[in-house]
């Protein structure tokens, strides 16, 4: 390859890099990128009873810039985000990971898979509270820009919380494409901010050496572990960034944090400092007090898209992360639109989307203040790290087959740091704390019910089927009236007989000329090849069972399934001549043993209102037969 074609080879790969990072920008930074709106300014709240001097500003700052650095870029991005499921982040792929290894059903397993939908409960609690505090505190800076209109913060607050979640079965495809360019302007902008001030009192900057929030928490050790539940606000987003590695890839999240968010955030930290040692006074809202008076309109209202942008991110992650958690087993399936004819990862899930609206807009009237707010954020997050800290090592350990004595090592480090900002978080649980918490823990108590009564619901129809293969060789050998088309049977076990075909055969007294067995699975990879997609069995007298899998970040449809099937095995489906029959199962709950009586019956009003498996499949309405039939649980 000549000189030239390599040059040309390196900016085209140059050239998309960025663009991935523009794109980067909008979508995972969000969060962590507008924390300088509120996170000092929580820090020095009153109720902490820090005395302000400039030895505190110095100690305080010295603590936020060493948390960024240890936590988001020692933790995150150097280590955590190496431990990828195919490519896919997150606690959910990170549990998917970690699972790998172990014997299934065995404590262990029971244990890494508790922590995993732990974590990802959680993340449910910070999806309440992102948008409320991230839009309160930007639009509150209005008060500052035209004072007496603080009347009007709420209000403004929830209209602008409502359209955002209005606008979510349009998808993000429009808007998504100005995200990049406006968090770019957002981050230059505290950048710029930062060093107008920083100039102003350049012994900010002494702030690096760590001797200062060494000397602070000394001098201060019980309001320095209270301020440890505030400092931790400048991580909130940080799992953003291994989440959403997936969407992006490593190399341009990691070129983003490094070169654009990292030095931006941490410069406008800075020049808060500054101006706080300059202006004590501005003490009240350190973030508005450092913009020049003539900017403070143009601030708020950039602030404000920001917000709104973070609160997008959080919100699309819900819908992403209930997707998975749905195609995992966790949660009952529920209607999913697709919002993209691009991209299959912007999805809409309704129910989801009112549930949010509800909650945000309760926990905007009930706090009423970004301060408030701050009480009850950071619990949910520092819960998520430590759970992430735990399945790394984890990963480490039986996945990167590292030395024991070097993953102690590295764990320890971080364990030690999540679990003290964890610890100064517990502190806010009467303060709002317990919100997340609560949300996060009647998540978990419904997904792990779930999960358990899906296990129940298979274990009995497995324990009442009939062997699949001896019965079909019986049915072959004495068959009833075959009549033509094809007849798709769904199936959750390929080893037993689908209740739905017994049924067809009790009261129709025929079968198809060509009968198809189909089971659909999940893996716990995020995507799944189309080369290792199918498996097909000829069980004789054209009767088949077919196997399609799919990872738990693609949607199982079935039309894909037979478009592959007619393409790999050269066997073609008219649809106008397919029917598919599917069990519409009817839970009972009993005092069989299983769980509580009281568990099953919530199991089964779940079953029971959750999607139609022909809706969640997609499968064309009028070619579904729906047979019924109910099991005891």
């Known amino acids: 390859m000549s000189s030239t074609q390599t040059k040309a080879n390196y900016s085209f790969r140059s050239k998309k890099l960025h663009l991935i990072t523009l794109a980067a920008l909008g979508v995972v930074f969000g969060d962590i990128g507008t924390s300088p709106l509120y996170a000092l300014k929580e820090c020095f709240n009153i109720e902490h009873g820090i005395p302000f001097s400039p030895a505190a500003v110095l100690g305080i700052i010295s603590m936020l810039f060493w948390a960024v650095t240890v936590v988001v870029s020692l933790k995150y991005v150097l280590f955590v985000m190496r431990a990828d499921n195919n490519g896919e982040g997150g606690v959910l792929a990170l549990m998917a990971l970690s699972l790998r290894t172990a014997v299934s059903g065995s404590p262990r397993a029971k244990?890494?898979?508790?922590?995993?939908?732990?974590?990802?409960?959680?993340?449910?609690?910070?999806?309440?509270?992102?948008?409320?505090?991230?839009?309160?505190?930007?639009?509150?800076?209005?008060?500052?820009?035209?004072?007496?209109?603080?009347?009007?913060?709420?209000?403004?607050?929830?209209?602008?919380?409502?359209?955002?979640?209005?606008?979510?079965?349009?998808?993000?495809?429009?808007?998504?494409?100005l995200f990049g360019p406006v968090m770019l302007v957002w981050f230059v902008s505290l950048g710029v901010l930062g060093i107008f001030n920083i100039v102003k009192a350049p012994e900010v900057l002494l702030a690096i050496n760590p001797i200062y929030a060494v000397h602070f928490m000394t001098t201060h050790s019980l309001q320095a572990f209270v301020v440890l539940g505030s400092v931790v606000l400048v991580l909130t987003g940080a799992e953003?960034?291994?989440?959403?590695?997936?969407?992006?890839?490593?190399?341009?999240?990691?070129?983003?944090?490094?070169?654009?968010?990292?030095?931006?955030?941490?410069?406008?930290?800075?020049?808060?400092?500054?101006?706080?040692?300059?202006?004590?006074?501005?003490?009240?809202?350190?973030?508005?007090?450092?913009?020049?008076?003539?900017?403070?309109?143009p601030m708020v209202i950039l602030a404000t898209f920001a917000t709104v942008i973070a609160s997008q991110a959080v919100i699309s992650g819900a819908f992403s992360l209930t997707s998975q958690a749905i195609l995992l087993g966790f949660v009952p399936r529920m209607r999913i639109q697709h919002t993209s004819a691009d991209e299959r990862g912007q999805i809409y899930i309704p129910l989801i989307n009112w549930m949010l609206l509800v909650l945000v807009v309760a926990v905007v009237l009930a706090f009423k203040k970004s301060d408030n707010l701050a009480a009850a954020y950071g619990v949910a997050v520092t819960t998520t790290m430590v759970i992430t800290t735990i399945l790394a090592a984890v990963v480490m350990r039986i996945e990167w087959k590292w030395h024991p004595v070097l993953v102690t090592l590295v764990i320890s480090a971080f364990f030690t740091v999540d679990f003290a900002f964890f610890a100064a978080n517990l502190l806010k649980i009467t303060d709002g704390g317990w919100f997340p918490l609560l949300l996060g823990g009647v998540a978990f108590f419904l997904l792990m019910t779930w999960y358990s009564g899906r296990m129940l619901l298979r274990t009995r129809i497995k324990d009442d089927g009939i062997p699949l293969e001896p019965f079909i060789e019986g049915l072959l050998a004495h068959p009833p009236h075959r009549v033509g088309g094809t007849a798709v049977f769904m199936t959750g076990n390929v080893n037993t007989v689908p209740v739905a075909l017994l049924h067809n055969?009790?009261?129709?007294?025929?079968?198809?000329?060509?009968?198809?067995?189909?089971?659909?699975?999940?893996?716990?990879?995020?995507?799944?090849?189309?080369?290792s997609r199918l498996t097909l069995k000829d069980l004789g007298g054209n009767v088949y069972l077919l196997r399609a899998a799919f990872g738990f970040k693609e949607a199982p449809e079935v039309n894909k399934v037979l478009d592959l099937t007619a393409t790999q095995f050269d066997?073609?489906?008219?649809?106008?001549?397919?029917?598919?029959?599917?069990?519409?199962?009817?839970?009972?709950?009993?005092?069989?043993?299983?769980?509580?009586?009281?568990?099953?019956?919530?199991?089964?009003?779940?079953?029971?209102?959750?999607?139609?498996?022909?809706?969640?499949?997609?499968?064309?309405?009028?070619?579904?037969?729906?047979?019924?039939?109910?099991?005891e649980i």
């Open 111 to 177: 244990l890494l898979m508790m922590l995993g939908v732990f974590g990802a409960c959680m993340f449910y609690g910070d999806v309440v509270i992102t948008p409320a505090i991230s839009v309160l505190s930007a639009v509150e800076g209005m008060d500052i820009a035209v004072p007496g209109t603080s009347r009007f913060v709420i209000p403004l607050t929830l209209i602008i919380l409502v359209i955002l979640f209005l606008i979510q079965r349009h998808g993000t495809t429009v808007v998504g494409k």
């Open 240 to 297: 953003a960034l291994y989440a959403d590695m997936g969407h992006f890839g490593i190399r341009p999240i990691r070129f983003a944090w490094l070169y654009t968010v990292m030095p931006c955030l941490l410069i406008n930290y800075f020049g808060q400092g500054a101006n706080l040692l300059i202006n004590p006074a501005a003490v009240d809202n350190p973030f508005y007090r450092m913009v020049p008076d003539l900017l403070l309109v």
């Open 571 to 631: 066997m073609a489906f008219d649809l106008m001549d397919t029917s598919f029959f599917l069990a519409r199962d009817t839970v009972v709950p009993s005092k069989l043993l299983g769980m509580s009586l009281w568990r099953e019956q919530l199991f089964a009003w779940m079953y029971q209102n959750g999607a139609k498996p022909s809706d969640f499949f997609h499968i064309p309405a009028n070619r579904v037969v729906e047979l019924g039939t109910k099991v």
């Open 505 to 531: 055969l009790k009261h129709n007294r025929i079968l198809h000329e060509r009968v198809v067995f189909l089971k659909i699975s999940i893996w716990d990879v995020p995507y799944v090849s189309d080369a």
